[in-house]
């Protein structure tokens, strides 16, 4: 199975900043990435697919880019809803995992 | 409005059979590329992908747990069911399902509707 690896575990950033999230494959998974936000006691919420696609409804400040290997999430600058766990998830084959997780916390 | 709603026994014992309910709306899984994914989340860990059925009927299994589980769906009900044999306290979590739309047929991919999800415990 592909194993996918999210960097840092926790980030500690204040409103208004600059973010990027790392997400790396143990193999070429070409642009099949997902990007989700989980706050507290609630469901996933989708924020990219397909490496770069931007989901409806999701504010532009939330961008994602790579391709084979290498992934990053950005959020161009931070507002207070921003502040919850970040997954990464690729569906290049039928077999989907999902990164570890990265904490965004308020610094 | 697509929604999807998960139901099922809050408590399971070891060795019993967990038998959860994805009830969906606002989508037909009947259409093409339209799939419907189990997900969990143990207490204070990351997201693990369990099964997915497809449109066409095609069933996929996460590769570790796949001799417990069985995915099956009944049309008529709108409703995707997931079974998952020899449950031990480890499989305490919450089991979210959530949509696909395939890149097959929609160029897309990504769990775009979850659940809200329901909590089992395994425990005597």
């Known amino acids: 199975d592909i194993q996918m690896t999210q960097s840092p575990s926790t980030l500690s950033a204040s409103v208004g900043d600059r973010v990027t999230i790392t997400c790396r494959a143990s193999?070429?998974?070409?642009?099949?990435l997902a990007w989700y936000q989980q706050k507290p006691g609630k469901a996933p919420k989708l924020l990219i697919y397909k490496a770069s696609s931007l989901e409806s409804g999701v504010p532009s400040r939330f961008s994602g880019s790579g391709s084979g290997t290498e992934f990053t999430l950005t959020i161009s600058s931070l507002q207070p809803d921003d502040f919850a766990t970040y997954y990464c998830?690729?569906?290049?084959?039928?077999?989907?995992?999902f990164g570890q997780g990265t904490k965004l916390e308020i610094k | 409005q697509v929604t999807l709603r998960e139901s099922g026994p809050a408590l399971v014992k070891p060795t019993e059979t967990l038998t959860l309910t994805c009830t969906f709306s606002?989508?037909?899984?009947?259409?093409?590329?339209?799939?419907v994914s189990w997900i969990r989340q143990p207490p204070g860990k990351a997201l693990e992908w369990l099964a997915r059925f497809d449109w066409d009927d095609d069933k996929y299994y996460n590769t570790s747990l796949k001799t417990r589980l069985t995915i099956s769906k009944d049309t008529s009900k709108n409703q995707v069911v997931l079974t998952m044999t020899n449950m031990d306290p480890v499989d305490t979590a919450t089991y979210y399902c959530a949509r696909i739309l395939s890149v097959s047929s929609w160029g897309r991919g990504g769990m775009d509707v979850w659940g809200q999800g329901t909590t089992v415990t395994v425990s005597s």
């Open positions: 606002g989508f037909s899984l009947s259409t093409s590329g339209m799939c």
């Open positions: 998830q690729q569906y290049n084959t039928y077999l989907y995992t």
């Open positions: 193999q070429s998974i070409s642009i099949w």
